[in-house]
């Protein structure tokens, strides 16, 4: 079973920065796009960045020049680096990857997984 697990979010003072992490376990074969999202109270969900598994990146426009998403595939791990963190940044982040995975024998499914959030706070 394909699992993402989110790390590193968080209570940062504005202008601060945080780390968030998010690594895929599981029988994967291989990790297309894998991206962040995140949802502030009252809403709707938005796309913060993305990287496909070539390396190109997509950013929103609020967060370009502050956020830097990389990815380390040999450890199948989607980062988010936040600098020069605002309050409207305060969301709950979640990360999104698009995985081959091996589902028995010679069965393989290619899904998308979400993991299960991580609060990022700043407020001073």
């Known amino acids: 079973q394909v699992r993402l697990v989110e790390s590193g979010g968080g209570l940062v003072q504005p202008g601060g920065s945080l780390r968030l992490s998010c690594a895929a376990s599981g029988s994967i074969s291989s990790i297309n796009t894998m991206a962040w999202y995140r949802q502030a109270p009252g809403k709707q969900r938005e796309l913060v960045a993305a990287?496909?598994?070539?390396?190109?990146?997509v950013y929103a426009d609020s967060v370009k020049g502050r956020f830097t998403i990389t990815r380390d595939n040999a450890k199948n791990t989607v980062y988010l680096q936040m600098n020069s963190l605002k309050p409207e940044d305060t969301a709950v982040y979640c990360c999104?990857?698009?995985?081959?995975?091996?589902?028995?024998?010679?069965?393989?499914?290619?899904?998308?997984?979400w993991g299960q959030g991580t609060q990022v706070t700043v407020s001073s």
């Open positions: 990287t496909a598994s070539g390396g190109n990146t």
């Open positions: 999104n990857a698009d995985i081959r995975s091996r589902r028995g024998g010679s069965v393989y499914v290619t899904s998308t997984y």
